[in-house]
């Protein structure tokens, strides 16, 4: 059996959705399923929902109907007025419905997990019916009954012994019937509680799958003809890779490649399961194969931009060294705030570390941190990875820009730059 992933992008708007149902149909001889993510930018509006919600503020009910009408538009090209997926939808919706009425009184990360989660339930029904409309048949699969976590909303730890029981006893026997849509990015506790996996992780959610199934491959369908050395969005002379290890790839994602979430690659290489990044405006296209061993040339360096970065250093009240006993306390606070480091460096008397800067965890891990540390901190910073460098690469990226943190090893560069 194969496991397709659909992103956000791929399922924008009608003209998607019926893409989608084209390149599925080319599949029609195999047992196949299909993750499908929250259509367009709609994780990042229910987001919005969840803070305007959480706040009370006056354009909360604004939000909501902008959600709503960008997904009854994208119905009403697909489908007749009458067609049942209109209930389902509506049915689909009641759930933040219920939770808006109410004012908030649960932790922001539970309310943003019920809310946000809406997005992937409502496009996988869109997606299920408009396949058996083509004649495609099809069943809609609720992910929260098979992939189970723990209670971490935002970031819900998967059980997987639990996971794959339920996976290996409830799927093989709907495969048989036709086409699975399940959502990505979701999961479920044992309250029946929804949780979600990390932004874009319904790559994780594919993985999962296919590792418990045993899939011959994944595919995930993309906006670009495969992995790229650089973003296209920033860089015009990038190339593709045709094929990357599975090493390489968990390397690029560690520090910041999105064109894969992080967690997606460990289950398929414990399996041997490989991972295609194909283009699905041209499925015909081979993209890029990830894999157990693969022949590595590196014509360019691999360059990852990540924006909005915090460089906060730490250092002891009483002015002593900095010792393992620091570190372990510093990495636990970190590890409670749940804020992940995506460089750092120590020497006599500091701690530097570089990390997203998300406005909430980090006035919070701020607060706990400056009791015990001296604290400064620069925001709006960039920081920079070159992997498999030149030496001219360095110099033709920082050019203009004042190089706040450097870290050089054998094959990566990392520079903090403002």
Same mark, same amino acid.
């Given at each position: 059996?194969?496991?397709?992933?659909?992103?956000?992008?791929?399922?924008?708007?009608?003209?998607?959705?019926?893409?989608?149902?084209?390149?599925?149909?080319?599949?029609?001889?195999?047992?196949?399923?299909?993750?499908?993510?929250?259509?367009?930018?709609?994780?990042?509006?229910?987001?919005?929902?969840?803070?305007?919600?959480?706040?009370?503020?006056?354009?909360?009910?604004?939000?909501?109907?902008?959600?709503?009408?960008?997904?009854?538009?994208?119905?009403?090209?697909?489908?007749?007025?009458?067609?049942?997926?209109?209930?389902?939808?509506?049915?689909?919706?009641?759930?933040?419905?219920?939770?808006?009425?109410?004012?908030?009184?649960?932790?922001?990360?539970?309310?943003?997990?019920?809310?946000?989660?809406?997005?992937?339930?409502?496009?996988?029904?869109?997606?299920?019916?408009?396949?058996?409309?083509?004649?495609?048949?099809?069943?809609?699969?609720?992910?929260?009954?098979?992939?189970?976590?723990?209670?971490?909303?935002?970031?819900?730890?998967?059980?997987?012994?639990?996971?794959?029981?339920?996976?290996?006893?409830?799927?093989?026997?709907?495969?048989?019937?036709?086409?699975?849509?399940?959502?990505?990015?979701?999961?479920?506790?044992?309250?029946?509680?929804?949780?979600?996996?990390?932004?874009?992780?319904?790559?994780?959610?594919?993985?999962?799958? $296919? /590792?418990?199934?045993?899939?011959?491959? %994944?595919?995930?369908? @993309?906006?670009?003809?495969?992995? +790229?050395?650089?973003? &296209? =969005?920033?860089?015009?002379?990038?190339?593709?890779?045709?094929?990357?290890?599975?090493?390489?790839?968990?390397?690029?994602?560690?520090?910041?490649?999105?064109?894969?979430?992080?967690?997606?690659?460990?289950?398929?290489?414990?399996?041997?399961?490989?991972?295609?990044?194909?283009?699905?405006?041209?499925?015909?296209?081979?993209?890029?194969?990830?894999?157990?061993? $693969? /022949?590595?040339?590196?014509?360019?360096? %691999?360059?990852?931009? @990540?924006?909005?970065?915090?460089? +906060?250093?730490?250092? &002891? =009240?009483?002015?002593?060294?900095?010792?393992?006993?620091?570190?372990?306390?510093?990495?636990?606070?970190f590890a409670k705030g749940r804020v992940k480091?995506?460089?750092?460096?120590?020497?006599?008397?500091?701690?530097?570390?570089?990390?997203?800067?998300?406005?909430?965890?980090?006035?919070?891990?701020?607060?706990?941190i400056s009791t015990d540390y001296k604290a400064?901190?620069?925001?709006?910073?960039?920081?920079?990875?070159?992997?498999?460098?030149?030496?001219?690469?360095?110099?033709?990226?920082?050019?203009? =820009?004042?190089?706040?943190?450097?870290?050089?090893?054998?094959?990566?560069?990392?520079?903090?730059?403002?």
């Amino acid at each position: 059996m194969l496991v397709f992933k659909f992103g956000g992008a791929s399922v924008k708007d009608a003209e998607g959705i019926i893409n989608l149902g084209n390149v599925v149909s080319k599949y029609k001889s195999e047992q196949l399923l299909v993750v499908v993510s929250a259509m367009g930018k709609t994780t990042n509006a229910l987001e919005k929902l969840a803070k305007a919600y959480a706040g009370q503020t006056d354009d909360m009910h604004d939000i909501y109907e902008g959600i709503k009408k960008y997904h009854y538009d994208i119905l009403a090209e697909l489908f007749d007025a009458n067609d049942q997926v209109f209930n389902e939808v509506a049915n689909t919706f009641v759930e933040i419905d219920w939770m808006i009425e109410d004012e908030p009184h649960d932790d922001y990360d539970f309310i943003y997990d019920q809310i946000v989660s809406v997005g992937e339930l409502v496009s996988t029904r869109i997606v299920t019916a408009y396949l058996n409309k083509a004649g495609l048949k099809s069943k809609w699969l609720d992910v929260r009954g098979y992939i189970h976590t723990d209670n971490t909303y935002r970031e819900g730890v998967v059980q997987w012994d639990k996971t794959c029981e339920s996976i290996q006893q409830g799927i093989p026997a709907l495969l048989e019937k036709g086409i699975i849509v399940a959502q990505g990015f979701l999961g479920g506790t044992s309250e029946n509680f929804t949780t979600t996996l990390g932004r874009e992780g319904s790559d994780y959610t594919a993985s999962i799958f $296919a /590792a418990c199934l045993g899939a011959v491959s %994944v595919t995930t369908w @993309k906006d670009v003809p495969g992995i +790229l050395n650089a973003d &296209p =969005k920033l860089f015009e002379d990038t190339i593709k890779f045709d094929e990357l290890s599975y090493t390489e790839a968990i390397e690029m994602t560690y520090y910041g490649a999105t064109v894969i979430h992080p967690k997606t690659i460990k289950p398929l290489q414990n399996a041997k399961i490989p991972l295609f990044v194909k283009p699905f405006n041209h499925p015909e296209e081979a993209g890029t194969i990830i894999k157990e061993s $693969a /022949a590595h040339v590196f014509e360019k360096p %691999v360059i990852i931009i @990540k924006q909005n970065q915090i460089l +906060l250093s730490l250092s &002891p =009240k009483d002015y002593s060294f900095i010792s393992e006993d620091h570190l372990s306390d510093i990495f636990g606070r970190f590890a409670k705030g749940r804020v992940k480091i995506n460089m750092m460096q120590t020497s006599a008397l500091s701690f530097s570390v570089c990390f997203d800067h998300k406005t909430e965890s980090f006035d919070k891990l701020l607060a706990d941190i400056s009791t015990d540390y001296k604290a400064k901190y620069n925001s709006g910073l960039t920081l920079i990875t070159i992997r498999h460098y030149a030496d001219n690469t360095l110099k033709t990226l920082t050019t203009g =820009k004042t190089i706040l943190l450097e870290q050089i090893s054998r094959n990566t560069i990392q520079v903090v730059v403002k």
